[in-house]
């Protein structure tokens, strides 16, 4: 878990210690044609991304350096999305800057989403990954109607209106910073 709080990246790549650094990035990198993707050589995090240490006291995404190198800092509070879903990938042309939103919005369209029929009631923690919990609770802020929201995830309107409340998927939410609004307490408790 990540959360928003990316670490900014250009300030280390300016001037000619950034230019070692640069190099040093690309060196492990697995550079191949355009359209083929490009993988990190080094170590991973526990998501799968590529771990380079921009200098000896701070690591950064590996995809996010590349993006970074490649199309400037723009990104900063974003997310480095990638098309070809390979979180090692650090090709620039499998990469852009979005939202969380947007990722969402690319998993449904590669149907890497789980179907809503595999659903649910049996085993109703497997249905939702942090992405797209991410992805609800920012629908909340944003004042997004429970069905509504339901178009973009694998879960049915009235699952998102118990997760709204607090009631399922409650330990989750909470650990990303969504507080159920205290006139719900009285459900939450029923
Ligand atoms: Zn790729």
């Known amino acids: ?3 928003k709080a990316y670490i900014q990246i250009a300030p280390y790549l300016q001037g000619a210690l950034g230019r070692a650094v640069i190099e040093r990035f690309w060196s492990k990198v697995d550079i191949r044609s355009k359209d083929e993707c490009w993988d990190w050589k080094a170590s991973l995090d526990t998501s799968g ?23 400037g800092d723009v990104g900063h509070g974003l ?12 090709n620039p042309h499998h990469l852009r800057w979005g939202t969380v939103m947007d990722n969402v919005r690319d998993k449904i369209e590669r149907g890497r989403v789980r179907s809503a029929d595999m659903s649910g009631t049996k085993n109703p923690r497997a249905m939702l990954d942090e992405d797209e919990l991410r992805f609800i609770i920012d629908c909340f802020r944003k004042g997004w109607t429970n069905k509504r929201i339901a178009e973009f995830v694998p879960v049915g309107h009235s699952l998102i209106s118990r997760i709204r409340v607090g009631i399922a998927w409650a330990k989750e939410t909470q650990a990303l ?12 408790a029923a």
């Open 1 to 3: 878990m990540t959360g």
């Open 49 to 71: 991304y590529g771990r380079f240490k921009l200098n000896p006291y701070v690591t950064g995404r590996a995809h996010r350096v590349a993006l970074t190198i490649f199309g």
């Open 79 to 90: 997310d480095a999305l990638h098309s070809c879903d390979r979180p090692k990938c650090c």
């Open 177 to 188: 910073g969504w507080e159920p609004k205290p006139q719900f307490e009285r459900r939450r």
